[in-house]
Structures are given as structure tokens and as C-alpha cells.
């Protein structure tokens, strides 16, 4: 099982969106907040990008593929107007967004942040005991408090729950960090099931990819 993954940022986007479908560029035109805009069309773009690696697709084919949000706000990819069974997710922060695609309809998601200090009472109202226990017995509680926030938000988007679930329904469970990587498993307090995870680290982010297989690799995507 992999999962295949890309980083972009808003400087590789192309200016002009006739990348998108009609379809898409009615709802790129539907946003009144530029912000919001740019961070969905990032997005996009990222996630196309990632898909005509796998479906042999080159740039001026990306209008082939579409990538809709489902009734819960999961985005699903289209390949001439047919769903991929290929479970996909996205994230954008800060002018950056990564996109992350399955050889399964495995459930999957994932999630970017930028390292930065969280308050106490952010990790109180979000993070369960045994979670802030942990922030505390480490130096770098910015690095752990923010790897922590990435799997919980990576899990609630395979669950495609999003951020309707309590984020303490879902609690890191066990973690073993290398250098610039987490590895890491998650419990789904409600139904009593296992998720796992990979998280990276690179120039000041983490980003956080949990399925529900344990065995799975990353690969990336340039
Ligand atoms: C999903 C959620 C956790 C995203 O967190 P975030 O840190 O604000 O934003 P990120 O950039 O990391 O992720 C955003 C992406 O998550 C995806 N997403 C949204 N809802 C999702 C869900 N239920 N399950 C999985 N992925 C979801 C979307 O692709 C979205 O990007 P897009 O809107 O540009 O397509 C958060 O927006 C949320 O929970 N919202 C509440 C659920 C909701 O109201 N959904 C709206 C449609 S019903």
C-alpha cells in the first residue's frame, strides 16, 4: 500500500486557470475572499498535478481532470467525468499545499502546518491528557504540539469527519520520531479503531499523512 504525495507552493501555480474545467472555474469564481481563493486553487493545482502523474497526463490535458468536494467536504477525483476509486486529500497553508493520493480506496487524509508555538489553552480545549503529557516532555514542545495537531487533523479528514469530531476522539496513541520524521499511530476513540501515520518535517512544516493500513510507504512525488 502507498501513498503517493506532492508539495507546491503559490509561485508554481500558473497565472491564467484555464487548467481548470468549467466546472471548477465556477467555483473559483464563486469565492469573495481572495485568501480563500488562492488557497483552493493551490490546492487544485497541486492535486492535479500529483494525478497526471499517475493517470500519464500533461499539462495541457489537466482540464481532464476534476476534483470535486463530496457532500462532507471530502475531495474526490474525476477522470473524464468518472470518479477514481483512489482516495485523495489536500491541505494548503501559508502559501504552500500538499496533496496526497492512494493505489486503494484505502481511507486517508492529510494535513500541513506551519511549526509554530501553540498556546496552552489551544492544547487544553484540543489535545487529550495523555497528549499534552507528552507536549510537556519534550524541549521542543512547538514541534511536538504542532505534530500532534497534523495527526489529529489528518485523521478527522480520513475519517472525513473534519473538524465536526472533537478532536480528543482521536489521540495519538504511540510515536517514534527519526530525524526529520514521525512515525506514529492514532486511535479513533468512538468505534475503537486504529489509524497510522507518517509525519515530515521541511522548512518549518510538518505535514502529516494517517491511513488505516499499518503498512504503507510514502513516496513523493517531485
Ligand atoms: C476539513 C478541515 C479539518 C480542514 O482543515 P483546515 O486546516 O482548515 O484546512 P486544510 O487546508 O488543512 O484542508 C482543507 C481541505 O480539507 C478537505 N476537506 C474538507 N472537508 C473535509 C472532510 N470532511 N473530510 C476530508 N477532507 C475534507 C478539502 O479538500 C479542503 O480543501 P478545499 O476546500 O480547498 O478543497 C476543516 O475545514 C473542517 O473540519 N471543516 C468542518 C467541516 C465542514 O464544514 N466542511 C465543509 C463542507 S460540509
Redesign the pocket.
Known sequence: MNIYWMRQSNSDVPHNPTWLSQQEHEKYSSFRIEKRRQ??VL?RWTMKKLAAHFLHISFPDFLRIEIF?AG????ELYFDAQPVRQTI?????EHFAIAALTDSDMKM?C??EFVEPRSKVFMSDYFTTNENVLVQKFNNSALYANFIWTAK?AT??AL?????LDTRAVEVVELKKDTEQFTFKMQYHKTDTPYWGQAVLFDGFIAAFVCERSQFKMIRIN
Open positions: 488557497d483552493w490546492g468536494a462532507d467536504g471530502a475531495p486529500s489536500l491541505s494548503h497553508r487524509g494535513d500541513l487533523e478527522v479528514k472525513r469527519e473534519g473538524l465536526r
